[in-house]
């Protein structure tokens, strides 16, 4: 069931080492990249369909696309704020593979005329972003990058300092420019991001990562995997109450309980599965019953109403509270908002309040209807699309599990 | 007292400095190396950082205090980051907590925080930065011995 | 180019901002962080309508009008989308109106009233704050009235470029802030209370004094410098006592001074509370020692053009040479609103053609016999030994000049003033009399 594309050499030891790097395929891809043209790349990642990686599944080509075609100096900014709950894939690639991720950047950087990347790390990550400077160091001293290149990039690490909200492409931007990680209010018609006011692509770690085999063996190598409309693979979390938790990576499609059986062992101590969080905290639950007919791709969960987001699923077994879990994932979305906008700072904090009652089996009628009237607030009025997350969060467990959160009320 | 870099933090900010378009961008990455040296921000470092890149101190204090990573006071203990977010819970990230409450709280600061991205490694925490997964209470023992 | 508006047309230009257009037709739209001379920031989120065609509300700050557009603000969903932004924009916030000098001109409660109007369904506790802030300058914070539109950090960031105020904390602990040991310090600081749309900024001029509804409120130039920024004189007469005017406000004017003032201006109002109480002299004794020869006149280049005027046939047919000097100040004037030249009416005396000659004006001093001098401020600096002194004052003086007139002041005596820019302008009396007569009433008499 496990395909490797991403993760061919997490297994190899020491495949950070340019030297295990080198004898393992990394920067062959660069080759037949320089050979052609940035233009005929960008066809390329359009014709394989990639899509980003990190939780909006955007087609990858036609931002590539934007940027190219937008006058000015071009940045290319990985997203390495992996910071959604369930999701611990990309720190993967930075300490496993670094060199898999630089390849993916230069070849990126050539394709949409940029010179110059920065790779914005979560500050927790530190000790794998350090393996990862290690590595681009190594890059340097073999003229991958740097003055001596074939094509010169810069790759710079940029350590966040906590803030969940930097993984939003506007507010990473935001940090990237020496400011608070508010997103920035989002523009009418396609344009790039702007960093420093000069078109940017970003692209997630593993966006990036997918990019070398792409550009090395052609779309349809790429498209030989997963479904017509969200092809190739992902890698793929599991954890919670689950026996294996990890990273497997899977093509696209594959049925979710499958998944959890087979490459997760299945629940943890033999319980009954209860409720998958499919893709990442901020995709609605989806309790057993439903599991039954999803698979990992991007329509079958949005048909599902969830949804794939960052691919990291959170098995819940027959024991896991959903009341506590939802207050969980609350806190969580309470202590992260950037308190820009109004709907999301003072909504994520009520909504969290509102969950204590419950918690203690003190709420009312009246807190559940709050709750969903809050939650309503919160969809589709804010600068980005957290508050929409934390409602849509909201909206699936008082959906699916009901009966419990009434079981609160006095 | 006032700050000032040491010199070799001193030679990496001249070498970021011809990293990045602008010389705001180095907020973030002079923060961070204020804090490596002193262990926290201080008042002064946030001065020396608004000095050198010519902007209003506010700015500084005003990103510094948005990312929790960032400790403007100066820490008595060393810390311990426990995660508690949703993974972690599920695997008992609470008694972690209780049992570090327990029986380190002298010596640690002990603090919790949301997911650290090593959910597979559920129930986890760091100490002094360093991430230590699949926490059980004896492993714990060992790590802080 | 015509949009739809609540099912009436509005014309406007192709890509201006909805919420500029909806203001300048009159049309309601709430809002707290879009302000026309900071701009919008979007996060706010009180100017939602709806846009056909589009699933999702809109802020009118970030949406810009293209050709048949058609917006609702009335709709019942959106009137439902507004109601319970309010709801949260009020959450923590400490209702405290009672209490709260913004009371009566503060949008949360103009909002409250227009579309709110529920009960409080929080059951939990509320965030706390810090409260009564001093943040220097004249300002005082309470930051459980925030509703973080961030209007004054934009001021301080933007306009001002000191910096001085931000956003502190993240998520619900984001408060605006000057960082510790710091304060808010710059000549424009005040305009942040005016700027604020609820009541956590205030000023320690004017807290605890007035009711704003008590208040009313004519039109006027400030009198400071020679931008001649537009404000508002706000004022009262209570039961046994004497009108007072409590404070000036800025009132927008795009050619001068936006919607701003400088805190020396907005301060300067106290002057036209401190009234002549002394004894005043008889018009007659005036007429005469007009007999006098060897007369000269000093007159304030803050005098209206009607004054002036006044006073130049004054001088003409009495035989007095007449002088104006300007008050300069080198260190007042910036880039910005404030010059040096301190005087309000400078332009208007070179456009009457008075004779501001300081070498001129001081030689004739020596010999002159008789100083008139109305109201110029530099009289007390001078040496006026063996010289017979008339005095107009505005204000209360203590000299013993041999004849003293008191006169009403701008606030009481409606003129023409020019600014530095070559810009006519009107100012209007208050209401109220004025317990000094108006020096052209005065001349008049003379005559």
């Known amino acids: 069931m496990i395909t490797r594309i991403v993760s061919n050499n997490f297994e190899i030891p020491d495949s950070h080492t340019m030297d295990v790097a080198l004898s393992n395929g990394r920067y062959s891809s660069?080759?037949?990249?320089?050979?052609?043209?940035?233009?005929?790349?960008?066809?390329?990642?359009?014709?394989?369909?990639?899509?980003?990686?990190?939780g909006g599944g955007a087609a990858a080509g036609n931002k590539w696309q934007i940027v190219s075609d937008w006058e000015g100096t071009k940045y290319v900014v990985v997203n390495a704020d992996e910071s959604e709950p369930g999701t611990f894939k990309d720190r993967r690639i930075l300490s496993l593979d670094p060199h898999l991720l630089i390849e993916g950047i230069i070849a990126t950087c050539y394709a949409v005329g940029s010179n110059t990347s920065y790779i914005y790390v979560r500050g927790e990550y530190e000790e794998f972003s350090d393996i990862l400077q290690d590595s681009i160091d190594e890059a340097y001293e073999k003229n991958f990058l740097g003055v001596g290149a074939q094509y010169r990039v810069d790759i710079t690490i940029h350590r966040g300092a906590g803030a969940y909200i930097c993984g939003e492409k506007s507010a990473l931007l935001e940090s990237l420019e020496g400011n608070r990680g508010h997103p920035r209010l989002k523009p009418h018609s396609p344009k790039p991001e702007f960093y420093f006011n000069e078109p940017t692509l970003v692209n997630n770690v593993e966006t990036i990562a997918s990019v070398p085999f792409i550009l090395e063996n052609g779309a349809e190598a790429y498209r030989a995997y997963g479904t017509e409309k969200s092809p190739g693979t992902m890698l793929f979390g599991i954890s919670g109450n689950i026996t294996k938790p990890g990273i497997y990576e899977v093509e696209f499609g594959v049925s979710m309980l499958e998944y959890i059986e087979k490459v997760g062992g299945g629940v943890k101590n033999g319980k009954k599965l209860k409720a998958v969080i499919p893709g990442g905290a901020s995709t609605p639950i989806l309790p057993f019953e439903m599991l039954k007919e999803a698979r990992l791709d991007y329509e079958n969960l949005r048909d599902l109403g969830s949804a794939l987001g960052t691919g990291g699923m959170i098995v819940m077994d027959e024991d896991a509270s959903m009341v506590k879990a939802l207050k969980n994932l609350l806190r969580f979305y309470h202590h992260e908002s950037c308190g820009q906008c109004t709907p999301c700072r003072e909504g994520t904090s009520w909504s969290d309040k509102i969950l204590d009652r419950f918690v203690a089996k003190r709420a009312t009628m009246e807190d559940l209807e709050m709750l969903r009237s809050v939650s309503k607030t919160m969809n589709g009025k804010t600068i980005c699309v957290f508050a929409p997350a934390a409602s849509g969060v909201i909206d699936g467990f008082l959906k699916h599990f009901e009966s419990e959160f009434l079981e609160c009320i006095v | 007292m006032s700050f000032s870099y040491t010199q070799e933090n001193s030679i990496k900010i001249a070498s970021l400095l011809n990293r990045y378009p602008q010389k705001k961008a180095l907020i973030l990455p002079l923060l961070w190396l204020a804090q490596k040296q002193d262990s926290y921000i201080s008042e002064d470092a946030m001065g020396h950082i608004s000095e050198f890149l010519n902007m209003p101190y506010m700015h500084i204090y005003s990103v510094a205090t948005f990312y929790t990573m960032f400790r403007l006071t100066k820490p008595q203990k060393?810390?311990?980051?426990?995660?508690?977010?949703?993974?972690?819970?599920?695997?008992?990230?609470?008694?972690?907590?209780?049992?570090?409450?327990?029986?380190?709280?002298?010596?640690?600061?002990?603090?919790e925080v949301e997911c650290m991205g090593a959910c597979s490694g559920a129930p986890m925490c760091t100490v002094d930065g360093k991430y230590h997964e699949n926490l059980t209470t004896e492993m714990i023992d060992e790590v802080l011995k | 180019m015509k949009i739809i508006i609540d099912d009436r047309a509005v014309e406007c230009e192709e890509g201006a901002l909805l919420i500029e257009v909806m203001l300048k037709n009159s049309i309601e739209i709430p809002h707290f962080c879009y302000q026309e001379d900071l701009g919008a920031d979007g996060n706010c989120r009180m100017c939602m309508v709806d846009i056909k065609g589009m699933k999702r509300p809109q802020i009118a700050c970030n949406t810009f009008v293209s050709e048949n557009l058609e917006v609702s603000t009335i709709s019942e969903n959106i009137t439902e989308v507004k109601r319970s932004i309010l709801e949260l924009e009020l959450l923590n916030h400490p209702v405290d109106c009672a209490i709260c000098d913004q009371a009566g001109e503060c949008k949360l409660q103009d909002y409250y009233m227009d579309f709110g109007l529920y009960d409080s369904h929080l059951t939990t506790a509320k965030t706390k704050k810090g409260k009564h802030i001093d943040l220097g300058s004249n300002v005082m914070l309470d930051q459980e009235r925030c509703v973080l539109c961030t209007r004054c950090t934009r001021f301080t960031s933007n306009i001002t470029k000191t910096g001085e105020l931000g956003i502190i904390g993240r998520g619900d602990s984001a408060r605006v802030g000057i960082a510790p040991g710091r304060e808010l310090n710059n000549p424009y600081a005040m305009n942040v209370v005016e700027l604020c749309p609820v009541g956590a900024l205030t000023s320690k001029d004017f807290r605890f004094k007035q009711r704003v509804w008590f208040l009313d409120s004519t039109k006027s130039i400030c009198h400071g410098c020679s931008r001649g920024c537009n404000i508002h004189v706000d004022y009262n007469e209570t039961k046994y006592s004497d009108e007072k005017i409590h404070r000036f406000r800025a009132r927008r004017n795009n050619k001068i001074n936006q919607s701003f003032l400088c805190d020396y201006g907005r301060l300067s109002y106290t002057e036209l509370n401190e009234s002549f109480n002394g004894e005043v002299s008889h018009v007659k004794d005036l007429a005469d020692l007009l007999k006098e020869d060897k007369k000269l006149a000093l007159v304030s280049p803050s005098m209206s053009l009607q004054q002036l005027q006044a006073i130049k046939s004054f001088c003409k047919n009495n035989a007095i040479e007449l002088f104006s000097l300007a008050y300069i100040d080198d260190s007042f004037g910036d880039e910005w609103l404030r010059t040096n030249d301190m005087s309000a009416n400078f332009a208007g005396v070179k456009e009457l053609e008075i004779n501001y000659d300081e070498g001129k004006f001081n030689s004739s001093l020596q010999d002159a016999h008789v100083v008139i001098n109305f109201d110029h401020k530099y009289l007390k600096n001078m040496d006026?030994?063996?010289?017979?002194?008339?005095?107009?004052?505005?204000?209360?003086?203590?000299?013993?000049y041999e004849l003293i007139f008191a006169i009403a002041d701008f606030a009481h005596d409606s003129g023409t003033i020019i600014n530095c820019d070559g810009i006519r302008q009107d100012f209007y009396a208050t209401k109220y009399e004025s317990s000094n007569p108006r020096l052209v009433d005065i001349l008049e008499e003379l005559r």
């Open chain 1, 30 to 54: 660069l080759k037949p990249v320089f050979e052609k043209e940035p233009q005929e790349l960008i066809d390329i990642i359009k014709a394989s369909g990639l899509r980003g990686k990190g």
């Open chain 3, 384 to 400: 006026l030994n063996n010289k017979r002194v008339v005095h107009f004052a505005t204000s209360h003086v203590d000299s013993d």
């Open chain 2, 78 to 111: 060393r810390i311990i980051e426990v995660c508690r977010t949703l993974s972690c819970e599920l695997n008992g990230s609470e008694d972690i907590k209780k049992y570090l409450d327990n029986n380190y709280s002298k010596e640690f600061e002990i603090i």
